[in-house]
Each structure stands twice: as C-alpha cells, then as structure tokens.
C-alpha cells in the first residue's frame, strides 16, 4: 500500500509561482514513476508532467511546458511540481499518482489508469 500526501497549494497572482509536493510513504519510493494531473471544475482530469523512477527522464503537457518542472527526491520520498508563471487556466486541484510498475511508463504516462495510487488533491487558485 502506497499513501500520496500532496501539499503545496494555494492562491497566487498570475505570473506567481508555487511548488508543490507529494510525500509517498509505505512502500520503497525509488522504483516509482510519478505523475502530476490536475482537474479544474466541471473538465476530466489531464496530465501535467510525470518522472521516471530514476529522476532522469521527465513528460510535461504542451500547456505547461517551459513553465512547471517536475523533480523527484528519492532519499525522501518526494517529488515535487515547481509551476512559474501561473495563468488564470492553470486553477485546477493538482493530484499526484504513483505508478508502482512503470514497465511501460514511458509510452502511457500520460494516461490516468496507469496509476495505481492517487493522493487526495491540493487546489491551487491562480487570479488575473
């Protein structure tokens, strides 16, 4: 069993930044690949960026490219969203997702069912 505790969120001005952080506990965090999605209200919830098990390999939605990094901390068990120059758009809850057999992580990160354990959510606010 994996628990996701996401934290980090808020409401900023746009052109702000936030950094958002999921701590995992339960099992050994190294051999996880990790997503970032988020739902804004009334939408499906879509991808954001994701990051291999290893930290070397990192996905972002063409939305947020150039603008949010994702990094990962195995030592303690986190991984994090650093998001700048936040726009109205990007108001959503962010969710962090472990994918505990990524054997196939680098073509279907982007796809929710490939994670098997979600965290509960953070909202963050971005006004104009």
């Known amino acids: 069993q994996v628990q996701l505790v996401e934290s980090g969120g808020g409401s900023v001005q746009a052109g702000d930044s936030l950094r958002l952080s999921c701590a995992a506990s339960g099992r050994t965090f190294s051999p996880y690949a990790m997503g970032w999605f988020r739902q804004a209200p009334g939408k499906e919830r879509e991808f954001v960026a994701a990051v291999s098990w290893s930290g070397s390999t990192t996905y972002y939605a063409e939305s947020v490219k150039g603008r949010f990094t994702i990094s990962r901390d195995n030592a303690k068990n986190t991984v994090y969203l650093h998001m700048s120059s936040l726009k109205p758009e990007d108001t959503a809850v962010y969710y962090c997702?472990?994918?505990?057999?990524?054997?196939?992580?680098?073509?279907?990160?982007?796809?929710?069912?490939?994670?098997?354990?979600w965290g509960q959510g953070t909202q963050v606010t971005v006004s104009s």
């Open positions: 997702a472990a994918d505990t057999a990524p054997i196939y992580f680098s073509s279907s990160y982007y796809n929710p069912n490939t994670y098997n354990y």
